[in-house]
């Protein structure tokens, strides 16, 4: 329970939230589908800074893997001197949050977050743009990040010369926390030649079920997160037939996989008190402790889901600080 009545947040941000909640009403048709040319209008995008244009000391590019799918990375790279002079620098594979229908690399709130990630750890960081619902639903999304995983595998000079993959980060908010513990599973079944998963930085995941959790009762408005909008997504991914205890979205009710024996990555799981969705994850976080996995709990009583879209807010740079000391740790833990 949060220590407050209302979260700490000031006036702009619960504008800001409050604007892509709009966004979210205004662009789902009554027939299940979006609309995606409006959408276009007011998804506001941000092309990437090539190097003779690196930006706040990272550069940006986007690398396309397949074309069929339109399966995409905005590749983001520490152009200083100071940080290439490190002589290998960690991976980050961040897949974006939107309930799995929404945003992408480009948008404004991840092209600045994944360029925070990238300057501030330093990291070479993958911002992943994987299939969207309703178009596309599970388990294509999983596939993506799994085939992404895959690729980098097998083309590492697309990363550049001071990209380590044998330290590798899977990273991912809502939607994309939900995605990276899926693929985190599928991909300790692969053989690798270089690329090595060494941690999974997981912020406030997308995960759900059957149950209204104490959490979603008394947050059932709050913004970005309603249990309506939620309720659609899933309705929207899962399977036909299939209700929120599938295991893709409720990981540890009772059609939970056994992960005791998957060689799952060390965890870093932030929550937020006014997050509906925060007793799913700290359901989350006792199951992996459960099932004998090392993770680490982080939680900001006052916070909203996503609110580390704001890079000013004081708990979005202590989260910074908290990711960087776990990944450290990880790295150390290597050797």
Same mark, same amino acid.
């Given at each position: 329970m949060s220590s407050t009545s209302k979260p700490n947040i000031s006036w702009m941000v619960r504008s800001s939230m409050s604007i892509l909640s709009i966004i979210f009403y205004i662009t789902?048709?009554?027939n299940d589908t979006i609309n995606r040319r409006l959408l276009r209008l007011i998804d506001w995008k941000i092309s990437p800074n090539p190097n003779s244009k690196s930006?706040?000391?990272v550069? +940006? #590019?986007d690398v396309m893997v397949n074309s069929t799918h339109n399966l995409w990375f905005r590749l983001f790279?520490? +152009? #200083?001197t100071t940080s290439t002079a490190i002589s290998s620098l960690p991976v980050i594979i961040f897949f974006h949050g939107g309930g799995f229908a929404y945003l992408s690399p480009s948008s404004i709130p991840y092209h600045f977050l994944c360029?925070?990630?990238?300057?501030s750890f330093p990291a070479i960081v993958v911002s992943v743009n994987y299939r969207l619902i309703p178009e596309h639903r599970f388990p294509s999304q999983y596939e993506d990040g799994l085939e992404m995983l895959k690729f980098l595998d097998r083309n590492i000079d697309v990363l550049g010369k001071s990209a380590d993959i044998t330290k590798c980060f899977l990273a991912g908010d809502s939607a994309g926390g939900n995605l990276i513990h899926h693929v985190a599973v599928r991909a300790s079944l692969e053989k690798f030649q270089m690329l090595k998963l060494i941690g999974?930085?997981?912020?406030?995941?997308y995960f759900g079920g059957e149950e209204r959790t104490k959490s979603e009762i008394r947050l059932k408005r709050a913004p970005l997160c309603s249990m309506d909008?939620?309720?659609?997504?899933?309705k929207m991914f899962l399977p036909d037939g299939s209700n929120r205890d599938h295991e893709s979205c409720n990981v540890s009710g009772p059609n939970a996989m056994d992960i005791s024996k998957v060689d799952y990555p060390n965890t870093l799981l932030l929550v937020g008190g006014f997050d509906p969705l925060v007793d799913w994850q700290k359901r989350y976080y006792e199951w992996l402790r459960k099932s004998g996995k090392e993770v680490e709990l982080i939680e900001y009583a006052n916070m909203i889901h996503c609110f580390y879209y704001f890079p000013d807010l004081p708990e979005t740079s202590q989260f910074i600080s908290k990711v960087k000391d776990f990944m450290m740790k990880q790295m150390v833990n290597m050797n």
């Open positions: 789902r048709r009554s930006i706040n000391g550069s +940006s #590019s790279i520490p +152009s #200083s360029q925070l990630f990238c300057r999974l930085i997981s912020m406030q995941p909008k939620t309720d659609w997504c899933w």
